[in-house]
């Protein structure tokens, strides 16, 4: 009976793939015809057509991404349902997206639908209605294997039904990694599928140790959140933000494969416009930069460039010379400032009070001396006074306008100033800052960026016409979309906002994440926030600026936290995002945030985490401990014990040969001290060339070298932890640091030097 069941799936999954070649098809032939379309030369036309083809190449892509394990289970079901396949419409299939067929019968449920909640959370003890599970394993298109658990009894004796066990979330969990993190959508636990269907709102906090799926969940989350909530968050989209771009690269490929592309992925260096921050500071200057002094600092720094004359200034107005009092300039000022707007739109106010005020007085002492002036006589004059030299330069100093970027450079780079602002810090923090204009800007410098910016606003800021027309023009789209959609027959399939924003990005259009990334001030429906123990209060700040809804998953563990601005619980890390309200609850409740733990660890052998958390232990760390699911044939091995040098280095070698002759097709990581990895990495592609590659382009070689700091988030078949002392002696946190390189492993551990 195995051999006929095999078949009789094989044949079902058959057809799901006919179905998806068909709706393939299908888009490609709307997309052609769309694109031939002759619309002449109304704009409304053209944008319209050009709005249809993105959907038709958002579709085609979203199906093409999902080939790969389309199915990957079945439920039986006690009761048949409208959600079912089969004659009997007892079972039910479980895939990446939903598919019907061409009478519009479900074939094919997408795994975020409430129907499909039962493939991850039916136990014999609560079935929900469901009598067995069936893990479906595809190589390629074709179903090799099949596993079921069953819930009811009475199916134990039936021929059709395979044996029970754990075997597809094994599989994955031994399966070699390949530098690219992959989807756990066919083996989602009940514990992890709870947290990723939880409410959108709110602040959720996923706690949990090494190894325990808080990445993978994190991202199956936004996918979720995505389907589930399209309205809210299509135009708006998500945020992801990593702890490094070698990070983004191993998880990229997640997403689209759920088929989901309305996702933004950003490193913490990457947030803010135009550029791409890779290199941090010196472990206590950026715990100086991450401190939530910095925001009161900028603020006073910009206040400071609003400056308030000492003495008159005689200007020259078409060979009128005029007197001005600081008073003249101060009462403007003040006029500008009570307003409470930004530095560079206050600037536009104090102008327009100032000219006014300059246009009173010259007006005065005009008539003063015997000129008649009249009304029409004032506009020219104001005109006057706007263009004369004397008055742009004696109001630029006073309030010059300012671009975040320079504000930032001139703290560092003019000491004096930097003084002024400071009077408390010590002469050592002062020159913890200190460095030359030009410099580049670092990983820490980006929420001091941004943080500038929003106390600035735009740099020229004033009246912004082309944005007052854009937000008429979306009016005008969405009811042009509206009746677009009524004459084409497509109700039901598409949205008249989602039209809209095809017409207004046109043909060549921009996805979301290319039009957030251009605009600092894009606020996202949703952000998820990975090792998210790691961040500043500073970088919170700039995270609650990107969604004003304060709708956010934040994912880490605080035992792992090693940067020098990281925060020793998540009540302390959060205050920046929420404020001063503090404390955790259950869903449900009106508590700021609440918590969700993952207890069980999916990637780490068993040894290994003893041997790591011991040491942690050990080392004072508050770990969360957890529970793994399963060992490996290979114990923590320690070689090269007070070993450096040329002699460490050897011994590193050593090491990954034997690890190499062990298993040459896996990936191997050595997780060294920075000063070690140039050393590291010339040693071994002396032996493996072509097979080597350091830090960020790591990923895409099956040798990787990498810092504790870059190897976070990250996981390989086998790791190589080279001089634990010294990565501890490193950085203040350097235990936690080591705790991280020593759980980066699902398979082998070795600890060299």
Same mark, same amino acid.
């Given at each position: ?30 997309? $052609? ?10 704009? *409304? ?116 039904? *395979?044996? *029970? ?33 939880? *409410? ?51 998880? $990229? ?70 007197? +001005? ?65 004397? +008055? ?136 998820? +926030?990975? $090792? ?222």
């Amino acid at each position: 009976m195995v051999s006929s069941e095999l078949d009789r799936e094989r044949g079902y999954v058959a057809t799901l793939y006919a179905r998806l070649d068909e709706l393939k098809a299908d888009a490609r032939v709307r997309l $052609e015809r769309t694109r031939r379309e002759t619309v002449g030369g109304n704009h *409304q036309s053209r944008t319209e057509r050009d709005a249809f083809a993105r959907l038709y190449e958002d579709t085609i892509v979203q199906l093409g991404a999902v080939d790969e394990r389309l199915a990957f289970g079945r439920l039986e079901l006690e009761t048949p349902d409208a959600t079912s396949a089969g004659e009997t419409g007892r079972h039910r299939y479980i895939g990446r997206i939903g598919l019907r067929d061409e009478d519009h019968h479900p074939i094919l449920l997408d795994w975020r639908v409430p129907g499909a909640s039962a493939f991850y959370q039916a136990t014999a003890a609560t079935p929900m209605g469901v009598r067995a599970r069936r893990h479906l394993t595809l190589d390629g298109r074709r179903v090799v294997r099949l596993e079921d658990e069953v819930f009811d009894p009475e199916l134990l004796d039936r021929d059709d039904v *395979q044996l *029970q066990g754990e075997g597809a979330l094994m599989a994955a969990l031994t399966a070699q990694r390949t530098g690219r993190m992959t989807d756990i959508v066919a083996t989602i636990q009940a514990e992890q599928d709870r947290i990723i269907r939880s *409410q959108l709102d709110g602040v959720l906090v996923v706690q949990g140790g090494p190894g325990t799926g808080k990445t993978a969940v994190a991202l199956h989350r936004a996918a979720y959140l995505l389907y589930s909530h399209r309205d809210r968050l299509r135009g708006s989209g998500v945020l992801v933000v990593g702890p490094s771009r070698s990070f983004l690269r191993y998880i $990229e490929q997640v997403l689209p494969s759920l088929g989901e592309s309305g996702v933004v992925l950003s490193s913490l260096g990457g947030l803010y416009p135009d550029i791409e921050a890779t290199r941090d500071d010196e472990p206590a200057v950026a715990a100086l930069k991450g401190s939530a002094e910095m925001a009161d600092l900028l603020r006073r720094a910009v206040r400071s460039r609003q400056i308030r004359p000492s003495e008159p200034t005689t200007i020259d107005i078409n060979g009128e010379r005029l007197v +001005v009092h600081p008073e003249l300039i101060g009462d403007a000022m003040k006029r500008a400032q009570d307003r409470g707007k930004q530095h560079n739109l206050g600037r536009v106010t104090f102008n327009k009070q100032a000219l006014a005020a300059l246009t009173r007085q010259l007006v005065a002492q005009m008539r003063d001396h015997g000129t008649t002036v009249d009304e029409s006589d004032e506009a020219v004059l104001r005109e006057d006074i706007r263009q004369s030299y004397d +008055v742009r330069v004696l109001l630029n100093t006073a309030w010059m306008p300012l671009s975040a970027e320079k504000l930032v450079e001139d703290l560092y780079a003019r000491p004096n100033w930097f003084a002024s602002l400071t009077p408390r810090w010590t002469p050592e923090q002062r020159a913890l800052l200190r460095r030359p204009r030009g410099s580049e800007f670092t990983i820490s410098d980006i929420p001091l960026l941004d943080e500038a910016a929003e106390l600035l606003g735009e740099f020229g800021a004033g009246v912004d016409p082309e944005k007052q027309a854009r937000k008429a023009q979306r009016k005008r789209d969405i009811e042009n979309a509206e009746r677009a959609i009524e004459n084409m027959g497509v109700e039901g399939m598409v949205s008249a906002e989602q039209i809209a924003g095809g017409f207004a990005e046109r043909a060549a259009s921009m996805t979301t994440a290319e039009r957030a990334a251009g605009d600092r001030t894009w606020a996202y429906g949703h952000v998820v +926030v990975d $090792e998210a123990q790691e961040l500043s209060p500073m970088q919170w700040r700039l995270l609650s600026r990107r969604c004003p809804l304060r709708s956010f998953t934040v994912v880490g563990d605080i035992a792992q936290a090693s940067s020098p601005a990281s925060a020793s619980s998540w009540d302390r890390a959060l205050q920046s995002l929420l404020g001063r309200r503090r404390g955790s609850a259950a869903a449900g409740t009106s508590a700021p945030w609440r918590l969700e733990e993952l207890t069980v660890n999916y990637r780490t052998p068993s040894q290994i985490v003893e041997y790591a958390e011991g040491l942690a232990r050990d080392s004072g760390l508050r770990i969360t401990p957890s529970r793994s699911v399963r060992s490996s044939e290979w114990p923590v091995l320690e070689t090269g014990r007070g070993l450096t040098g040329a002699a460490l280095v050897a011994a590193v070698t050593d090491a990954v040969a034997v690890d190499r002759g062990i298993d040459a097709s896996g990936t191997t990581a050595v997780i060294a001290p920075d000063e070690v990895v140039p050393a590291l990495v010339e040693a071994l592609v002396a032996v493996y060339p072509g097979e080597v590659a350091p830090g960020t382009a790591s990923l895409t070689k099956p040798i990787s070298v990498l810092s504790p700091a870059t190897s976070k988030g990250l996981e390989f078949d086998s790791v190589v932890v080279v001089a634990p002392s010294r990565i501890r002696e490193a950085t203040a946190r350097g235990n936690a640091s080591l705790y991280v390189a020593m759980t980066r492993p699902t398979q082998r551990l070795t600890v060299v030097g």
